[in-house]
């Protein structure tokens, strides 16, 4: 099992461009999510997926999009990048959306906004 | 409203010594989850724990232990005889019963010497 996948591990964007950033993984796991993790801050939720077609918003979902057509993959996208959105993104995953469900982490994405 | 508090940003320690790392945390919840994840200098987030609000019984996994107390709202973490590959940033998080969210702190820095 390779886990959570996320590329690339490493973006430097300028003010308005868009990109998208991958998660996948290979778990059959049913909920998704993501954050991001700002210094002093912890980590936020961006964007989570109860299943595959079934996506909602987070604590801080401005300025991204998500989609879930796959169980495997959720991907995050970035419409208009703002230097506010510089930040290290996480996705992660868990079997069920019950509290009790431990979330596995990807490595991270870290992204910088010119 | 869910609410992690981790009051230490920054601690340091000299090999050896045992290090106590403190997360206490706001909820109205009667049923709730409390984890801790370890991020090393490599930046991935690594499951260490997870603890339902039902048991508080402490748990010791090697050097590792933990002490939960709802009486107080707490859920510390001990390292005892502490390792320079102990450094790492330590986040305390606390998940809702009917839905993984994840409330994290902002975590606390551990230094370790040689």
């Known amino acids: 099992n390779a886990g959570v996948t996320q590329t690339p591990k490493f973006q430097v964007l300028k003010t308005g461009q868009s990109m998208t950033l991958q998660c996948a993984q290979d778990?059959?796991?049913?909920?998704m999510s993501w954050y991001r993790q700002d210094p002093g801050m912890g980590l936020r939720l961006i964007h989570y997926s109860v299943g595959a077609g079934i996506t909602d918003q987070g604590e801080v979902p401005n300025g991204y999009n998500v989609s879930r057509s796959t169980t495997e993959d959720f991907p995050l996208r970035l419409l208009s990048a703002a230097p506010s959105q510089t930040s290290v993104y996480f996705c992660?995953?868990?079997?069920?959306?019950?509290?009790?469900?431990?979330?596995?982490f990807g490595p991270g994405t870290r992204l910088t906004v010119l | 409203a869910q609410k992690v508090t981790q009051a230490q940003t920054e601690i340091s320690v000299v090999e050896k010594e045992d290090v106590t790392l403190d997360c206490v945390y706001e909820?109205?919840?009667?049923?709730?989850?409390l984890f801790w994840y370890k991020q090393p200098p490599s930046g991935e987030l690594v499951f260490l724990i997870r603890?339902?609000?039902?048991?508080?019984q402490n748990e010791i996994s090697g050097r590792y232990s933990w002490n939960f107390q709802k009486s107080t709202s707490s859920f510390n973490f001990t390292i005892t005889a502490s390792q320079v590959v102990d450094s790492a940033v330590y986040f305390c998080a606390l998940s809702e019963a009917s839905f993984n969210k994840f409330y994290f702190g902002s975590g606390t820095k551990l230094n370790v010497k040689p």
């Open positions: 603890r339902n609000s039902f048991d508080e």
């Open positions: 992660a995953s868990s079997y069920g959306a019950s509290g009790s469900d431990t979330q596995y």
């Open positions: 778990m059959n796991h049913e909920y």
């Open positions: 909820t109205r919840d009667t049923t709730y989850y």
